[in-house]
């Protein structure tokens, strides 16, 4: 299978605490993306990171991207009880159509005031 | 939420009814998409339209029939469904060639029964 695998499944943290969540993929990509959805609603997207980066900010969230380990991570920093969320990578494979995004299982955060 | 709407957000049907589900994107994109949500599994893609043409039809049974008369509007016709069709549809659109990131409508909740 092509896409990718978010780790951890579910995670709960306090309010005020970091969240990570890692995202795995198997063959090489253009660019990965991160997006969230709030309970049975759209999607929202987040952040892109390209192959060719390695570090991308916005706001309080931060991703990585080690294309050798074929791997990204999304931090979420001073979480929030909004924030309670599902989040998903998303991968753009190399020699693939643009258009076509990959998506994991998702990690669903939950943030406990 | 605004820039892609779908309609109705829920819907019940039995399986011997027709109904159709519709998107529009408020974006000015010439990329649209359906997807699949299903409990425990990852987004499926169903179809892409790029300018109007369809691009990807991700081996989607007959029962579901794409239809995208111009680049902001596309709709999802529906017959004689199973009950394992229930899901989350999503509408997304995107623009094709030169943006990667999709922005996702709200979704329509469909209950087959």
């Known amino acids: 299978s092509q896409q990718g695998e978010e780790d951890p499944q579910a995670l709960s943290i306090q309010e005020g605490e970091n969240a990570t969540m890692n995202c795995s993929y198997k063959t090489s990509i253009n660019n990965l993306q991160w997006y969230r959805q709030n309970s049975g609603r759209g999607l929202v997207h987040l952040i892109l990171?390209?192959?060719?980066?390695r570090e991308k900010h916005s706001g309080r969230l931060r991703v990585t991207l080690d294309t050798s380990k074929k791997s990204s991570s999304l931090l979420i920093t001073a979480s929030r009880a909004a924030d309670t969320a599902s989040y998903f990578c998303a991968t753009v494979f190399s020699g693939g159509s643009n258009y076509k995004l990959t998506f994991g299982k998702g990690t669903l955060l939950t943030v406990n005031p | 939420e605004t820039g892609v709407t779908q309609t109705p957000r829920h819907l019940v049907m039995g399986m011997t009814n027709k109904k159709s589900l519709k998107c529009e994107q408020h974006?000015?994109?010439?990329?649209m998409y359906w997807y699949k949500q299903s409990a425990k599994k990852p987004l499926e893609l169903m179809f892409v339209?790029?300018?109007?043409?369809?691009?990807e039809n991700n081996s989607v049974p007959s029962r579901f029939s794409p239809e995208c008369p111009n680049s902001s509007h596309l709709f999802l016709h529906l017959h004689t469904l199973q009950p394992e069709d229930s899901a989350l549809y999503l509408c997304a659109s995107s623009q094709a060639g030169v943006e990667e990131t999709q922005y996702f409508g709200p979704g329509t909740r469909l209950l087959v029964l």
């Open positions: 339209y790029s300018l109007e043409e369809r691009v």
């Open positions: 990171i390209r192959s060719n980066e």
């Open positions: 974006l000015g994109h010439n990329a």
